[in-house]
């Protein structure tokens, strides 16, 4: 008895000669059981006559081909699936490599900060410093780009928020804690009021600090960058410039 065993099918047939049957019966000793084709698997079996049970001098081979005409047509959707489609190509998860996100390659991008909503243009500088604008975002890696804030000192803020808001920053030593509103920093230290908005919406953590370097906040329209040559930001919400 020989079997041929193909990706999608196995075909079994007999060295011998046999006659057509349509049932498959037990094999006893002195019983003839002829080749069959079962309705659903459609496989050919058939074993050789035997006159006594101790008659195992049978050849058995195992060959593979890739003829996959020998399947019945009515029975070609079981093997469609794998033939017509491939390779399974949806559960093999995409993992960035090191070439994919490369520094020499990010992009740079540069906003001018003048009249903009605080709170809008943070959000916005998170998301295309975390790399969520891409189509190949991995939370854990750094896809990202560079972003450049020129004329910190102009952003603006909503409401009552310029007398009201408060930050605050602690010495470490008992009674070190000190307040100031934004007025009061945006004098000071301007920068820091949108680097402060744009570390809290970034990952805390290992991550987190590395894509904080990715942010560049300057006081004033100059910047140090021009060897990037980096571009506008594209902004979509038009509720971030502050109507007059």
Same mark, same amino acid.
């Given at each position: 008895?020989?079997?041929?065993?193909?990706?999608?099918?196995?075909i079994?047939?007999?060295?011998?000669?046999?006659?057509?049957?349509?049932?498959?019966?037990?094999? $006893?000793?002195?019983? =003839?059981?002829?080749?069959s084709?079962?309705?659903?698997?459609?496989?050919?079996?058939?074993?050789?006559?035997?006159?006594?049970?101790?008659?195992?001098?049978?050849?058995?081979k195992?060959?593979?081909?890739? $003829?996959l005409?020998?399947?019945?047509?009515?029975?070609?959707?079981?093997?469609?699936?794998?033939?017509?489609n491939?390779?399974?190509?949806?559960? $093999?998860?995409?993992?960035?490599?090191?070439?994919d996100?490369?520094?020499?390659?990010?992009?740079?991008?540069?906003?001018?900060a003048?009249?903009?909503?605080?709170?809008?243009?943070?959000?916005?500088?998170?998301?295309?410093?975390?790399?969520k604008?891409?189509?190949t975002?991995?939370?854990?890696?750094?896809m990202?780009?560079?972003?450049?804030?020129? $004329?910190?000192e102009?952003v603006?803020?909503?409401?009552?928020?310029?007398?009201?808001?408060?930050?605050?920053?602690?010495?470490?030593?008992?009674?070190?804690?000190k307040?100031?509103?934004?007025?009061?920093?945006?004098?000071?230290i301007?920068?820091?009021?949108?680097?402060?908005?744009?570390?809290g919406?970034?990952?805390?953590?290992?991550?987190?600090?590395?894509?904080? =370097?990715?942010?560049?906040?300057?006081?004033?329209?100059n910047?140090?960058?021009e060897a990037?040559?980096?571009?506008?930001?594209?902004?979509?919400?038009k509720?971030?410039?502050?109507?007059?």
């Amino acid at each position: 008895m020989a079997t041929l065993c193909t990706p999608t099918c196995v075909i079994f047939s007999s060295l011998q000669s046999s006659s057509s049957s349509s049932s498959f019966k037990t094999l $006893n000793a002195g019983t =003839t059981i002829s080749s069959s084709t079962t309705p659903f698997l459609g496989f050919s079996v058939a074993s050789a006559k035997s006159t006594s049970p101790l008659n195992t001098k049978r050849s058995f081979k195992v060959r593979c081909c890739q $003829n996959l005409s020998l399947v019945p047509d009515n029975q070609r959707w079981m093997f469609e699936q794998s033939e017509v489609n491939g390779p399974d190509i949806w559960n $093999n998860t995409w993992y960035p490599k090191a070439a994919d996100h490369r520094h020499s390659d990010k992009t740079w991008y540069v906003v001018d900060a003048t009249d903009k909503i605080l709170g809008r243009l943070a959000s916005t500088i998170a998301i295309h410093i975390r790399g969520k604008n891409l189509a190949t975002y991995t939370p854990s890696v750094d896809m990202g780009a560079y972003v450049i804030v020129v $004329n910190a000192e102009k952003v603006a803020v909503s409401g009552k928020k310029r007398t009201q808001k408060i930050y605050r920053r602690h010495s470490g030593r008992p009674g070190g804690m000190k307040e100031e509103t934004f007025d009061q920093l945006q004098h000071r230290i301007p920068e820091r009021i949108i680097e402060h908005a744009v570390r809290g919406m970034l990952p805390k953590g290992r991550l987190g600090r590395e894509l904080f =370097t990715h942010l560049k906040v300057y006081k004033g329209p100059n910047h140090p960058h021009e060897a990037q040559q980096p571009i506008e930001l594209p902004i979509r919400d038009k509720r971030i410039q502050k109507q007059q």
